[in-house]
């Protein structure tokens, strides 16, 4: 069975810091995608990586890919508190259905 | 521009009663899917659909029942409602091979 894992789970950090989340899973797939979701809102397409070695950037946030390790990173840079909010992950599998990781909750003090 | 389009926002059942979550698409997606969100998970799919006529079952299909008569509409049955189906749910398109999934607002259910 397909699992998509994200880790952290919860990530509090600091205003101006970097931090990497990352997402791994468990079968073969070159289709990533990662989302941004507000509380009590729905979800925001961030970004969609479709191939090994994809990377793709907006602002201060980068995605990439790495369907040989399986893995798939979101990197944020110099966070500012507005991209508080819950990211998650998500793969396509060869059936064509989309499977989620659990989300990880990053909070931006100042 | 509407994109994904979910009814009811809101809804309180009682156990045992049956509904119908509606879901329309206006951007000619091929792919459909519902999913719930439950608190501290992330979403899971319960049915998905590669077009018109064809239909599928995900993690979590039962208790719920799909069809996809047309391209654009995706409802989301509940056949007799239990408690255990409260949940936030989401409806989602997107094209065939390359491109975002799009998500509805999300239909808030609650059953006592």
């Known amino acids: 069975e397909l699992k998509v894992e994200q880790n952290p789970l919860f990530l509090s950090m600091q205003e101006g810091k970097n931090y990497t989340i990352y997402c791994n899973y468990s079968t073969t797939s070159d289709r990533l995608y990662w989302y941004r979701q507000d509380p009590g809102k729905s979800l925001e397409s961030l970004f969609v990586?479709?191939?090994?070695?994809a990377v793709k950037q907006e602002g201060r946030l980068m995605a990439s890919l790495d369907t040989k390790a399986r893995l798939s990173t979101l990197h944020i840079t110099a966070a500012v508190h507005d991209l508080s909010a819950t990211y998650f992950c998500?793969?396509?599998?060869?059936?064509?259905?989309?499977?989620f990781g659990a989300g990880t909750r990053l909070t931006v003090k100042p | 521009n509407a994109g994904v389009t979910q009814t009811p926002k809101f809804q309180v059942l009682k156990t045992g009663q049956s509904m119908t979550l509606q879901c329309a698409q206006d951007m000619n997606h091929e792919y459909m899917s519902w999913y719930r969100q439950d608190p501290g998970m992330g979403l899971r799919l319960i049915h998905y659909s590669v077009g018109a006529g064809i239909t599928d079952q995900g993690e979590v299909p039962n208790g719920y029942n799909v069809s996809r008569s047309t391209t654009e509409d995706f409802p989301l049955r509940l056949l007799s409602a239990a408690p255990s189906q409260t949940s936030v749910y989401f409806c989602?398109?997107?094209?065939?091979?390359?491109?975002?999934?799009?998500f509805g607002d999300g239909t808030r259910l609650s059953i006592l």
């Open positions: 990586l479709l191939s090994n070695g």
């Open positions: 998500a793969v396509l599998t060869n059936n064509n259905d989309m499977r």
């Open positions: 989602a398109s997107r094209p065939r091979y390359f491109g975002a999934q799009h």
